[in-house]
């Protein structure tokens, strides 16, 4: 029983030190519930769902109850309650809670797209470093058995030169060589360290070392160009500014308001409340028309029809800016498909290269300094093949985050 209980923790160890790695996805969702940006956008939308319930609450009546009690100790001994209730609401003809309510539900729009817009810009920003770090990793992987090689390669040479095969010179470009590669590792493990770093500084979330896993990604297909979240809520600006100067060419109309107002004072029995008995009961139009203020309310007409104008022509560059950037995305992207596709026929013939180098240094023709090097150009070769690959899937969901698709098909 002991054996079995010792067995199966050297399992539990094995899964957890050689076992765990982290998934994007795992990560995504992480960063969606921990990180800064999202936490700032939950506050920025609930906000936005106060002020809407603020701007209807205006649109209910003012009501008021109140009850005291007085002792006057020179003329009784008695205490004397008393109690009022009042109610009034106003209804004018260029009535302001009415323009807030409007406001205030273009402004919860925009907060629910923002809310949306900033979800795929975390999802894409995750992704991002999360290919940089696999980059890194594999990157740093490569250049370690590079430097092994290049070890190797200096030893052999340094032998041959000892054995007068090799010039003085052949053996300083080989320590040349050496320190290159040593350099390469170096980097390598920093840029590894700080990709890292800053993935889970982004998260908020406790970097425990783990491996990240090759995220299977789906074939990708390239969607059609269409408006983003950005110019959807340029558009609802838009309308708040044609709502305001709406709102600007009424205020040229007299001032009309509706009002009703009740109030009811009980200084005797405040608690008789089937006696109760309106004090006060009235409803009330008024009209005015300020002559002086009509220049001042021109001048304010004229501003807000300027603006109207600049922020449509704002939508109108955005517009075409984006239709351009989507065209240069494309070209980026036929040309990394085009360049990956040739890096991948380059890492076949490095890989052919390699397998036809062993054949011949198992035959004698070759020595183990030609095959080392020979290695070198494969490995090489797949720095050069795995970079242009993580370059693609990245530029990919570059295009999507542009037009405000689902980021990976998801998000």
Known sequence: MKKFVAIL???????TVFCENYKLEDLIRIGLENSYDM??????????????????????????????????????????????????????????????????ILDMKNAEISDLDQKKQVVYSIFSDFLS??????????????????????????????????????????????????????????????????LFLFLDHEDRGYIFQEPNISEWQIPKFRLNLSLEQRKNEIKKSEINLFQQKMNFLPSLSLSYSLYHNDPDDVYAFGDYQRSSNTLALNASYDIFDLL?????????????????????LAKNELEKNWQILEKELKNLENTRDLYQQKLKLAEENLQMAQQQYNLGVISLLELDRIKLDYQNSQISYLNRYYQLLRKQEEMRLLISDKILGKW
Do not use: C
Request: proline share 1%; glycine share 2%; charged share 25%.
């Open 9 to 15: 923790m050297l399992l539990i160890i094995f899964q």
């Open 39 to 104: 936490q700032s956008q939950k506050i920025y939308l609930q906000n936005a769902k106060s002020d809407l319930r603020s701007s209807y609450l205006d649109l209910l009546p003012g009501f008021s109850a109140s009850f005291g009690s007085s002792r006057n100790f020179d003329q009784t001994n008695e205490w004397e309650n008393n109690a009022s209730l009042s109610l009034n609401k106003s209804f004018f003809l260029n009535e302001p809670s009415y323009y807030n309510v409007r406001f205030s």
């Open 133 to 198: 770090i696999l980059e890194a990793q594999k990157n740093l992987e490569i250049q370690k058995s590079n430097l092994k090689l290049q070890q190797h390669i200096h030893k052999q040479i340094q032998i041959q030169f000892e054995n007068g095969e090799k010039s003085k010179l052949d053996l300083k470009q080989s320590e040349n060589s050496l320190i290159d590669y040593q350099i390469a590792v170096k980097d390598a493990e920093i840029s590894l360290s700080k990709t890292r770093s800053e």
């Open 296 to 316: 001042d309310k021109k001048e304010n007409l004229g501003k807000t029809r300027r603006n109207l104008k600049l922020q449509k022509l704002a939508y109108e």
